[in-house]
């Protein structure tokens, strides 16, 4: 464990550990809050990056994460057929309420509570691709496989 890390990103990466994988979380000097950002600071394609994205649901009012590819944007209908219910957005209390982080820095693991999840197929394009870390500056690398392991989220076409 890297104890140079902000509580919040050592907290993702006691998480990924406690898993079994040896996954890094780094931290970045410039902010990697938005898909664009982290992919000029890690130097991927913004395809590659895992956007991990807090709805409600409309009658549950239970959190679903959604983590997207970082070029597309999610079909909020699509989602909720898939889930059962329509989506509301979350507000940046709700979002830390039900994981523990703040919006920007939501990482596919590690959350306060286990949440339903949604996995963009259009991430298993890539030979490795990259997620938030608890903190809008920290990200990890993994695999496809690796994100269905760690999050035991459904797989599904999402993209408006």
């Known amino acids: 464990m890297s104890p140079e ?62 983590i997207a590819s970082g070029i597309n944007r999610v ?29 920007g820095g939501v990482p596919p693991v590690g959350h306060t509570q286990r949440l339903k999840t949604v996995i963009d197929r259009d991430l298993s394009k890539h030979a490795e691709i990259w997620a938030a870390a608890g903190t809008p500056n920290a990200v990890f690398r993994l695999t496809f496989p690796d994100l269905l392991v760690i999050t035991h989220g459904q797989v599904s076409d999402i993209s408006k």
């Open 75 to 103: 079909d909020e209908a699509k989602v909720g057929h898939l889930v059962g219910e329509d989506l509301l957005r979350a507000d940046a209390e709700f979002v830390r309420a039900q994981t523990g982080y703040v919006i």
């Open 5 to 66: 890390l902000k509580p919040s990103a050592q907290r993702v990466q006691q998480a990924v550990e406690a898993l079994g994988f040896n996954f890094t979380v780094t931290e970045y000097p410039e902010s990697t809050r938005t898909a664009a950002d982290a992919a000029a600071a890690i130097g991927c394609e913004v395809a590659q990056i895992a956007k991990s994205l807090i709805f409600r649901g409309a009658t549950s009012q239970q959190a679903i994460l959604v």
